[in-house]
């Protein structure tokens, strides 16, 4: 039976459509075979009523493009017919393994590039859906996300900018200030954590895990993360730690102060498998720093667990930070790009979305609740029952 069993005997708000920018397309090739899946399974009491023309297809996927002139300038196109359909745009506006050319030079595109891209297919849409999703898993400009001198609030303005053109919902994953979705009261903004693929990719990776408060720990990078930190650690019932960056607020490096210190609150790590959880890895110097801290606190494994691994860095760091102890395993998801050098790195656990935003997206299209879907303590309740007796976890 599918979790979503609640679609059965609701009415599509339109025709299904997914549109997957080129930076999102191999995901979105996943999702659409997980809707496939479901809708095929489903036996449907009114399947053949004119509300559910074009349920079953053996595609929800909308072709589009973004063609680019010699200059670098491009243009949104959609080779389907939307007219009427309930449209989710996918876009990954941290995916730098794409190019164009500008002028016979090759640039690589760049979150800035990404969202005029999603602005092109929205505009190419014409207003024709009959309602547009936004699934943008990355936020874009997320952690512009405040003002605190004479400054650009990016996020804001282009949350605005996109429900102005007629985007309806807006779909993000642990968004840096979940707050930011103040600047569009009036429509819709979920962000989503993926608090039960986390826990099942490393249980499906690392079969000795003792789950109690004795031998393992719930540690935050810093204070701004500590409500994703206490609710991983409240439904495993284990311990939270949380460290605060100690800044240097007399100067000013790349544009933010300097941190002087990572400082520790919480109880002893002594011998216990720590979980240090934040929503991104940018160039890794914070975890690494606040794993090595916690190695010098006698910390048993250390597994270092993000929403987006983007390492802007490379990799180096980590496989000197696991060849030398202080890491043991690396944990985030396929929301963004994942490099193939990632991807073979023997530490590297990927957590797939996949079916997830399938089921989110099935069910929006039904116009049923997802506050089941987006409150994983059901899934995960059961999940750990499962690990402690022993049983594998698929």
């Known amino acids: 039976m599918q979790r979503n069993e609640k679609n059965y005997e609701t009415v599509p708000v339109g025709s299904l459509g997914v549109v997957c920018l080129e930076s999102c397309r191999d995901l979105g090739k996943k999702i659409n075979k997980y809707l496939v899946r479901f809708r095929k399974e489903r036996e449907h009491e009114h399947e053949n009523d004119i509300a559910f023309r074009g349920y079953l297809r053996d595609t929800y996927l909308v072709e589009c493009s973004n063609p680019r002139f010699g200059t670098g300038e491009a243009k949104g196109i959609i080779q389907d017919s939307v007219r009427g359909f309930d449209l989710f745009i996918m876009v990954d506006v941290t995916n730098y393994s794409l190019t164009y050319s500008v002028c016979g030079h090759k640039n690589h595109m760049s979150p800035d590039d990404h ?4 602005k092109r297919i929205i505009a190419a849409v014409g207003g024709k859906a009959r309602r547009i999703t936004v699934i943008m898993p990355f936020l874009y400009e997320s952690r512009q996300h405040r003002r605190s001198a004479r400054e650009s609030l990016d996020c804001a303005l282009a949350l605005q900018e996109l429900t102005n053109m007629g985007v309806d919902n807006i779909i993000t994953f642990d968004a840096h200030d979940p707050r930011v979705q103040n600047s569009i009261p009036l429509k819709g903004f979920e962000t989503v954590q993926p608090a039960y693929q986390f826990i099942k990719g490393i249980f499906r990776e690392v079969p000795d895990l003792k789950i109690d408060s004795d031998h393992m720990m719930i540690i935050s990078p810093d204070e701004g993360g500590t409500n994703r930190a206490v609710y991983l650690a409240n439904v495993l019932g284990i311990d939270l730690g949380m460290f605060y960056k100690r800044r240097d607020y007399s100067k000013i490096v790349d544009g933010r102060n300097p941190i002087v210190a990572h400082e520790f609150l919480g109880s002893s790590v002594d011998g216990k498998d720590v979980f240090i959880i934040d929503d991104m890895i940018s160039s890794g110097d914070s975890m690494i720093d606040v794993a090595t801290e916690l190695k010098k606190r006698k910390a048993n494994r250390i597994f270092v667990v993000s929403t987006f691994g983007l390492f802007t860095n490379g990799l180096d760091k980590f496989d000197k930070a696991v ?30 979305m996949s079916k997830y935003i399938a089921y989110i997206i099935d069910t929006l299209n039904h116009d049923t609740s997802i506050s089941d879907l987006l409150d994983p303590y059901e899934r995960i309740e059961p999940l750990v029952k499962k690990y402690k007796a022993g049983k594998k976890i698929k």
């Open 115 to 118: 969202y005029q891209d999603l």
């Open 323 to 352: 060849a030398d102890g202080i890491i043991y395993k690396v944990v985030t998801t396929n929301l963004t790009y994942q490099t193939p050098e990632l991807l073979s790195k023997p530490y590297y656990i990927n957590c797939d």
